[in-house]
Every structure is written in C-alpha cells, then in structure tokens.
C-alpha cells in the first residue's frame, strides 16, 4: 500500500466583486458595485417572498407570508429573527444591529435596522406585510 502525501497549502478565498444592475422605479439606470450593491441587494431580498419564484434558491427571500394574520405580538418578536434569517445568507452581510420597529398599521409593520457588510454600515428602513 503506498502512503497518500498530503500538502497543508493554505487556500486563499477570493471575493467576487457584487457588481449588479442599478435599478431606479423598476427600471435599469446602469450597474452598481460595492456597498450600493449589497444595499439593493437587502432592499429585493426583503421584498422576494421565500419559495414563490423558481428563479431563486430555496434560501433567497423572506418568510414574510407566514406572519400573515398573526397577533401583533407574535410578529414583533419574530420579525428580526425572520429579517435577520433572511439577510444572513448573502456572504457579504455581516451582521444586522440597532433593529427597531418605526410604526405599525393595521395589516403592516415599518422596521429599521443597520446592516454591517464587508463594505460598511448602512440603514435601512422597509415595511413587512402582515
């Protein structure tokens, strides 16, 4: 039997640059890259729900529908967990900090939060449905 040589090569991860189409009232202006890419990045994944396109991944979007008729109580505990679970996933997001919830409606809640990425903070503030 002859000895497998195994090499401890340390592997270097490169990072592909996030250039993506600008788009401005659903409509592409020219392309963007950095942190104004991972910015229309959290802004569509908060407004793709979870399983209803084939076009994404089983991973890409927000379980928004099953808050859907729940008591108001039940939504502000879950929503950070379902918005965080939901940005989490893109490699360029690193953390989701300062989540508040700006104002509620009768069928909507408007949240806050800051996106910490390899490229920096950044606000945001989006409505989930309910």
Known sequence: MMAMELHNEEIEETL????????????IIGTVDGIKAIRQAVEKILRTQLFNYEIYTETYGIESDRLIGQNFDFV????QRTIEDALLIDDRIEEI???RIISET?????????????????PIES???M
Do not use: K
Not at 16 to 27: D, E, G, H, M, Q
Not at 76 to 79: L, N
Not at 107 to 120: Q, R
């Open 76 to 79: 502000r505990a879950d929503i």
């Open 97 to 99: 900090n300062d989540f």
């Open 127 to 129: 409505e989930v449905q």
């Open 106 to 122: 009768r069928n909507a809640l408007a949240v806050g939060f800051t996106v910490l990425s390899i490229e920096g903070l950044f």
């Open 16 to 27: 592909l640059p996030s250039r993506t189409y600008a788009v401005y009232n659903n409509r």
